[in-house]
């Protein structure tokens, strides 16, 4: 991965998605359904300092976080400080930091969903311009959410993607990351 020892993916139900269609070697995940910021700080930060700890090579991580479609509706303003704060503590483990969009939802199905929460792509948006501008100094964002609005998705029930569009946003998250010339 253009320098990269491996790639991590953090986030929840979608990017265990992404994991169960995975057939790259060297991309791993943290991750867990339902969850957003509380669960990160209280496990998955955890779970990801574990998973550094078998870091014995000189080349970087890129770690890729992808949180908050669960939780952006009573968490959003916690975000950014938390993720500016923990930024440096991740560079010192040898980590280049990228960030996801949180990623469209079919507002149409999950409408007729009652066993999730209504979602809209517009809340989505204005809560990705605030992370992407809070951490635009620690952070290289990949912009995922327009990349799936121009090709299009589908989606199970409104919320969870179809496992080809988990193979297309794994495949091009990696490509993004790559792109991206963080490392070289």
């Not at 790639?7 to 359904?33: H, P, Q, W």
């Not at 938390?82 to 930091?97: K, M, P």
């Not at 809340?123 to 290289?140: A, H, T, V």
């Amino acid at each position: 991965y253009l320098g990269y020892q491996r790639i991590i993916f953090v986030g929840d139900s979608r990017t265990l998605a992404m994991e169960r269609c995975n057939t790259y070697k060297n991309v791993e995940f943290v991750g867990d359904y339902g969850k957003g910021l509380n669960w990160f700080k209280k496990e998955g930060y955890d779970q990801l300092m574990e998973l550094l700890k078998k870091n014995n090579s000189p080349q970087p991580i890129a770690l890729v976080f992808n949180l908050g479609v669960n939780d952006y509706k009573y968490n959003s303003e916690k975000y950014v400080p938390y993720f500016q704060r923990i930024a440096q503590r991740l560079r010192d483990e040898n980590c280049y930091l990228f960030y996801m969009s949180v990623n469209p939802v079919d507002e149409e199905k999950l409408e007729k969903n009652t066993e999730y929460t209504m979602r809209t792509n517009e809340e989505i948006q204005i809560f990705n311009q605030k992370l992407q501008d809070g951490l635009k100094e620690d952070y290289i964002w990949l912009d995922m959410s327009t990349a799936l609005m121009k090709k299009g998705f589908s989606t199970r029930e409104g919320l969870h993607y179809s496992s080809a569009t988990s193979v297309y946003i794994l495949s091009r998250g990696i490509q993004m990351v790559m792109n991206a010339n963080a490392y070289l």
